[in-house]
């Protein structure tokens, strides 16, 4: 068994009732049942001002029944054993070493049961949180409840990416001199730990965040809309994109008006201040600088720029990068 956070104990006992206190400080009120004469749990858990991170065994067939907590999300990475979850909208789950886990959704009772070795690295994310984060990749407010499927793959898509940040950000938190001496890396990890949560679940907000939405109706402009993302901080002319599109300039202004709503150049104006929030959101306030930035994706006039960043984000570039 790897211990993960060993350097941060929060209980290991024999004791259920002992096991179900704990778990509820750290996580949240529950009620727990299991084999008392098997019980050998251990809990080790961090916790700041962004997320908690835990590392939880029982090492004997357990079972948790959680109600809605309406603050938090919990997501339950299992790293060796496996578990089943049943959620009180029908939904059910079995996760594996490695290959699965579940998200907990802060409007729904969830029901889990843990085989004997099963353990799990354990966040606890609150709402506010998580949706605020959302709505900064989406570039638009989120006012409801990210509506997660219930198992969460970890072999898959982003699956893969999600551990190994959450395992990573494990490990350095227990490393003398590590994150946890230094609040900007622990909060860029933690900020990249949910972004690729929201690309690894699937959920009402995915097609957004994949951009599906915008390639379905787009059809045979998106070699063009490719090139856009790909060539952001090139010296895109809407002569160069009617290239990439083998058509004419007149018939390029055309389908964008048509299939994307607004003409070519001010999509590529979308993409690049798109790109300039996520260096800012991912910034060191107190040596990046804002019009080192955005003239890197092109924006040369500051006030104009600091003009548009603020209709498309609803906030100043400042004020991004100090968030």
Known sequence: MREYLSSAPVVHTTSLEEARDAVTKVYLPHRLEGRTEALDMRLNAVTDRVLTLGFLTYQAETE?????TQTCYHVNLTVVGSTRAVRSDGAQAATTAGRSGTVLLPDEETTVRWAPDAEQLILKVPRATLESHLADLLGRPVAEVVDFDLQLGLDVGSGPSLLRAVQLLA???DQPGGLADSAIARRQLESYVLTQLLLAGRHQFSDALAGEGDRQRVG????VLRYVEEHAAEDL??????RVACVSVRTLHAAFKDQV???PMAYVRRV??????AELLAGDPTTA?????????????QSRF??????QFHELPNQTLHR
């Open 64 to 68: 948790l029944s959680m109600p809605p």
């Open 171 to 173: 490990t350095e938190l």
């Open 220 to 223: 045979r402009l998106a070699p």
């Open 237 to 242: 002319i809407p002569e160069v994109l009617a």
């Open 261 to 263: 709503g607004e003409s």
């Open 272 to 277: 690049r201040l798109a790109n300039v929030r």
């Open 289 to 301: 600088r804002v019009t080192d930035i955005a003239t890197r994706w092109g924006f040369f006039h």
């Open 306 to 311: 600091a003009q548009q960043y603020r209709a």
